[in-house]
């Protein structure tokens, strides 16, 4: 079954520390994934995605196929990162499930001043 | 905005009863997802559609209907409403049919009492 787990329900960090937020996933093929993210009163959004290799408000994300891991990451965790995280798979084929994304649980991030 | 709109914000009602989500996309989309999202569940894919069509249905109880309409515009029927289907239901758009990129509206919170 495809899956995609977050085992951190929470997470506090203070500012200026590191932070990792962990995303395993168990899907068949080789799937497309992504970090959406939704600050206090907003919607949620999308914050990056794997292919697109790119760091995003401070954060990256390596895609690691052997540990079927998509961890997030920031050096250096700011105030305003404090938000609820959910790590997400698409499958990259076409076919009837395209389009699809499954979510983890989501973390909640607090950054502590 | 022309963001993804949904209505109601708050939706409060009791068991038994029927009520229908709508859901305007993004100007410009014609894929609409809609997601459940409760407390010990995260966020479970329920149903997308595509230009009207019915592209793929995820865990979408049979109470639960959903249709597209011409204007691309969505709506979400729940019916013999039940204690667990309180929760807050997401719609999403995006461009394509198999886009990955989804803009999500601020959701609808049911409560059934």
């Known amino acids: 079954a495809q899956r995609v787990t977050q085992p951190e329900k929470l997470l506090s960090v203070f500012k200026g520390a590191p932070v990792e937020l962990k995303c395993n996933y168990s899907y068949s093929g080789s799937p497309e994934l992504f970090w959406y993210v939704q600050y206090s009163r907003q919607r949620l959004q999308l914050l990056l995605r794997?292919?697109s290799r790119e760091s995003i408000k401070g954060f990256t994300a390596d895609l690691n196929k052997g540990e079927t891991s998509f961890h997030l990451k920031k050096p250096f965790a700011q105030e305003e990162d404090s938000a609820m995280y959910y790590c997400a798979a698409a499958p990259t084929a076409g076919g009837t499930s395209y389009g699809k994304l499954t979510f983890g649980q989501g973390t909640i991030l607090t950054v502590h001043p | 905005d022309s963001g993804v709109t949904q209505t109601p914000k708050h939706l409060i009602t009791a068991t038994g009863q029927r009520v229908t989500l709508r859901c305007s996309p993004r100007?410009?989309?014609?894929?609409v997802y809609w997601y459940q999202q409760s407390l010990d569940q995260g966020l479970q894919f329920l149903i997308h559609?595509?230009?009207?069509?019915?592209?793929a249905k995820g865990n979408i109880l049979e109470r639960f209907s959903a249709q597209q309409f011409p204007d691309l515009h969505s709506e979400l029927n729940l019916s013999s409403l039940e204690l667990g289907d309180s929760a807050l239901y997401f719609c999403a758009s995006s461009v394509g049919g198999a886009s990955k990129t989804l803009h999500f509206g601020n959701g609808t919170r049911l409560t059934v009492t």
């Open positions: 100007s410009g989309d014609l894929s």
């Open positions: 559609y595509y230009n009207g069509e019915e592209r």
């Open positions: 794997h292919i």
